[in-house]
């Protein structure tokens, strides 16, 4: 594949979770409530049936996916092989459990949300995966020596 179509891919993948962050994080940090009732909008409502609203459990959400952001940002303008790797590796460390959990308790959602959840989450996890395999290639382990 060619350096700038690799590139392109790559910034395509980090603006996708970039975006992704942006809107759970902003919503859940300074909006817990609505996140709680009305998360992912569109009249639909994933997270309420985990359980009673719990503010400090949603700020954290929001503030986790706007870390995850800041990240991503940085490793969107940077293109750095480094914070790349970290941003991809990260995304998969809070990705693929959230995925796992949400897929085992898709049952408790109508079935077309509980599709569009996994579908949802397995995106970010695909994008994730994309960013590693596309991360700006670095020195060998022998030229760094």
Same mark, same amino acid.
């Given at each position: 594949?060619?350096?700038?179509?690799?590139?392109?891919?790559?910034?395509?993948?980090? $603006?996708?979770?970039?975006?992704?962050?942006?809107?759970?994080?902003?919503?859940?940090?300074?909006?817990?409530?609505?996140?709680?009732?009305?998360?992912?909008?569109?009249?639909?409502?994933?997270?309420?049936?985990?359980?009673?609203?719990?503010?400090?459990?949603?700020?954290?959400?929001?503030?986790?996916?706007?870390?995850?952001?800041?990240?991503?940002?940085?490793?969107?303008?940077?293109?750095?092989?480094?914070?790349?790797? $970290?941003?991809?590796?990260?995304?998969?460390?809070?990705?693929?459990?959230?995925? $796992?959990?949400?897929?085992?308790?898709?049952?408790?959602?109508?079935?077309?949300?509980?599709?569009?959840?996994?579908?949802? =989450?397995?995106?970010?996890?695909?994008?994730?995966?994309?960013?590693?395999? =596309?991360?700006?290639?670095?020195?060998?382990?022998?030229?760094?020596?």
């Amino acid at each position: 594949m060619a350096p700038r179509t690799r590139r392109l891919l790559l910034r395509l993948a980090l $603006v996708v979770l970039a975006l992704n962050s942006l809107m759970v994080g902003l919503w859940g940090q300074f909006f817990p409530r609505s996140f709680y009732d009305d998360f992912p909008g569109l009249g639909r409502h994933w997270i309420m049936v985990d359980g009673p609203f719990n503010e400090h459990l949603i700020r954290d959400i929001g503030g986790l996916n706007l870390a995850l952001a800041a990240v991503t940002i940085v490793a969107l303008i940077t293109l750095g092989r480094t914070v790349v790797l $970290v941003t991809g590796v990260a995304w998969l460390l809070y990705g693929v459990p959230h995925l $796992v959990y949400h897929t085992s308790h898709a049952h408790e959602l109508a079935a077309s949300d509980g599709a569009a959840i996994t579908i949802s =989450l397995a995106g970010s996890v695909v994008m994730a995966i994309v960013a590693l395999v =596309l991360a700006p290639p670095g020195p060998s382990h022998e030229a760094a020596r």
